[in-house]
């Protein structure tokens, strides 16, 4: 690893949103604004023990990131004061922590801070004073040589330089007849389109296709992988249906993508996503799932495309994971285009008139846009009498299946509902967004947020 000093201080790139933060927090929480002023203040003062600076940083921000999860299960602390002090000053305390650890040569461990407070970000003020400081710090710190410039070694690779053992990228593009017919369906809204090879020319098609791409340029990066509760055993806060570990990307792609672990195996402590229904499944390992990783880590936005007729604004999440992760039946409360980048893919997808077939729980109810049914029950008959032979076969009759190869683009207007599970290891991003104004942001949305 080649690490070296930022070419501009992170204290000083810094120092005047630390300066607001504590003059927030000496009105509404004096305490934590005399802890995080007295921790500047060491390391304004250039503190020969940049250590011990960056320790005591590490302390109050595992503090703050625990009052944030907890606060993140209560519907009623969403946008409050309380949240968004506490979102201040956890990113005030990390980007003194990563100055420390700057200072004293340990720039990963000042990225993860940074990272993990991003992660937790409740104002966008916030999130952009710390993507300020990550990208000097990105600047600085490479985790590997870039693909193809380093020799062939002489004993059995890692498992981050073997390939994921998916189909290859996809040769020629899409149509001009599909293309127009494409950009008609986007247009009309009305039912579900698949567009073969949409993509197929996007960089990330090709980049992404090896692992050592995004590990070697992104791998310290941390991220945020739901796991299921098989994995997480006592460990697993009761009541919450959904957790989350965060971890390296480097990690994530070498213990769950490629060594088939679960996301748990190297001990990071679950954190409490929501108390309502998981994104997948109980025995899923790990899946990065519905992430805003291009927020995150903006020059990965780079090797997408813009598809054709879709808002510029819409929302982009990414979902990554080993074969088999899967999301239950759902409809978004959004219209979405699903891409596949890398792997395969599998959508099963109902019109929203099956919400009865699908014994969807009434309107107006916190999961009103999920189902119960299990998907697999298309393939194998019922055995436990929850759904009869009859419900099922109309179920089958009422789906259409599409299997997304890489390169291809899925249309699911708002309110079909869908399931998906990749077939093999899987990169996907979906865009979302509403009606108002012809575009927008579809965040925020009930139950399932999204499930491709």
Partial sequence: MRISRPTVDPFDASAAFVAETIGLLREHKPGLASAVRSLCSDIESGSSRPVLAASVAQGLHADLSGCLDRLRLLPSAAGSADEQQLSAALAAVALLGAAAFSRGGRLEDGSALLDAALLRSRAAAHSAALQR??????????????????????????????????????????????????????????????????????????????????????????????????????????????????????????????????????????????????????????????????????SLRDDLGTP????????????????????PVHHDLHHGLLVQLVG??????????????????PLGSPLANTSPFDPGLLESPPADGAWTTEEVEQLRQAASLHTLEPGDALLIPQGWWHSAQALTVSFSVSFWWNDEAGAGSARGGAGLAGGT
């Fill in 133 to 298: 400081v990550l990208s000097l710090v990105s600047l600085t710190l490479t985790t590997g040589p870039h693909p193809g410039t380093s020799s062939p070694p002489a004993t059995e690779p890692p498992p981050s330089t073997r390939g994921w053992g998916v189909p290859p990228p996809p040769t020629g593009e899409m149509s001009g007849a599909d293309l127009r017919a494409f950009v008609s369906a986007v247009c009309a809204l009305s039912c579900p389109r698949l567009a073969p090879r949409l993509a197929a020319a996007w960089p990330a098609v090709r980049r992404w296709s090896e692992p050592n791409y995004l590990r070697a340029r992104h791998g310290h990066r941390l991220v945020p992988v739901e796991v299921g509760a098989e994995h997480i055993g006592e460990r697993a806060l009761h009541g919450v249906g959904e957790q989350q570990v965060v971890c390296t990307l480097e990690a994530f792609i070498d213990d769950v993508i490629l060594a088939g672990h679960a996301a748990t195996r190297r001990g990071g402590l679950p954190t409490a996503v929501s108390p309502t229904v998981p994104v997948t499944s109980s025995c899923t390992r790990g899946y990065l799932a519905q992430h805003t990783l291009f927020e995150q880590i903006p």
């Fill in 308 to 327: 054709p007729a879709v808002p510029p604004s819409a929302d982009l999440r990414a979902w990554f994971g080993p074969a088999g992760v899967a999301t």
């Fill in 344 to 361: 395969r893919k599998r959508v099963q997808l109902w019109p929203p008139a099956a919400r009865g077939l699908l014994r969807a729980p």
